[in-house]
């Protein structure tokens, strides 16, 4: 099977199941019923601090929500214009950017956190049949002056990037993101960064650049 096979929920987020499951759910039974003393207010303080991030990703995911009609809009159209089939289309909020990325960019989000993360994959298909995807993340820091500095990192070569969304499913199934096409557009405190990965086939390297142009120009 596929990555693009795998089961999603009506919301588009893949749904994670088997031994994965289990395993994460043992880990939260440990941290809930973790014995006394220091080790116990760890475990307990872990597990406060946990809830404290589901609520702030769940605010952030609410407060997203209603830009993502005109994003979809929006979205939609470019595709129609490049004759392109939107195949799938999964999003997800997080507030941690250092553990959804890598290389020195990873470590420029340890030094400097980001307010949260948005990102978006679209898997497109062309008349042809060769399939591609685009991968979009809409990078909130908590000051607008983190953003120049983070631009110009990330569009330096092999000094790494925002994963994408599946970003470990994809390169297992030998989907890889090579830098181009690749484009990064600053607004205020957000960085866009959009940039595309062949799965099947030989794209048309035109179309598949305007696919990842108009895919940095979509709303937030």
Same mark, same amino acid.
């Given at each position: 099977?596929?990555?693009? +096979?795998?089961?999603?929920?009506? +919301? ?8 994965? $499951?289990?395993?994460? #759910? ?5 941290? $809930? $019923? ?14 406060? +601090?946990?809830?404290? /991030?589901?609520?702030?990703?769940? =605010? ?11 994003? &979809? ?7 129609? &214009?490049?004759?392109? =089939?939107?195949? =799938? ?8 950017? #250092?553990?959804?990325?890598?290389? /020195? ?39 607008? &002056? *983190?953003?120049?500095?983070?631009? &110009?990192?990330? +569009?330096? *070569? ?16 030998? $989907? ?6 690749? =484009? ?21 390297? #035109?179309?598949? /650049? /305007? ?10």
């Amino acid at each position: 099977m596929g990555w693009w +096979d795998q089961p999603r929920g009506p +919301d588009g987020k893949w749904i994670k199941g088997g031994a994965g $499951v289990s395993v994460a #759910a043992v880990a939260v039974g440990l941290a $809930v $019923v973790g014995g006394g003393g220091a080790g116990g207010a760890a475990a307990g303080g872990a597990v406060v +601090d946990g809830a404290a /991030q589901a609520a702030n990703a769940a =605010r952030a995911e609410a407060a997203a929500k209603p830009n993502r009609g005109a994003r &979809k809009a929006k979205a939609d159209d470019g595709w129609r &214009k490049l004759r392109l =089939r939107n195949v =799938r289309e999964a999003t997800e909020n997080a507030l941690d950017c #250092a553990i959804n990325s890598y290389g /020195q960019v990873r470590d420029f989000f340890l030094r400097n956190p980001c307010a949260d993360l948005d990102r978006t994959l679209f898997t497109l298909a062309d008349p042809a049949g060769n399939t591609f995807v685009v991968s979009v993340s809409w990078v909130r820091m908590r000051s607008a &002056k *983190d953003v120049p500095p983070l631009k &110009k990192l990330i +569009d330096t *070569d092999g000094t790494g990037s925002v994963k994408s969304l599946g970003f470990d499913l994809l390169k297992h199934q030998g $989907v890889r993101f090579t830098g181009t096409p690749f =484009r990064s557009r600053p607004s205020k405190d957000v960085l866009v960064v959009a940039e595309g990965a062949v799965v099947s086939g030989k794209p048309d390297p #035109a179309i598949f /650049q /305007q696919a990842v142009t108009i895919a940095a120009e979509l709303p937030r």
